[in-house]
């Protein structure tokens, strides 16, 4: 072989693994980003602030709701009687 047959094919090698050691860099790099994204959804979806529950019938002002843990079984309401009052229906369809 001559030697310029020879320096192409060290040269061709030399390509081809720096381009490899290239491509599998950008992969790990990729990877790396993806575990990082991903825990940052986690993280975010695991500590979400707790949601604010109002109740209107769009024409009083919204009053904001307390979650309970079992249901009211007492005899007390639990809205102030004007809101109760402000959202039951005006007109009561009996001929129906």
Do not use: C
Not at 26 to 52: C, E, W
């Amino acid at each position: 072989m001559r030697i310029e047959t020879i320096n192409k094919r060290k040269q061709s090698r030399r390509f081809y693994s720096g381009g490899f050691r290239k491509a599998v860099n950008a992969l790990f790099i990729s990877v790396i980003l993806n575990f990082v994204f991903l825990g940052t959804l986690q993280y975010r979806y695991m500590h979400m602030p707790k949601i604010d529950f109002y109740t209107t019938d769009g024409i009083t002002m919204p009053v904001k709701l307390t979650p309970l843990s079992a249901p009211n079984m007492s005899s007390t309401p639990l809205l102030p009687e004007e809101v109760a009052q402000a959202s039951a229906p005006s007109v009561v369809l009996d001929n129906l």
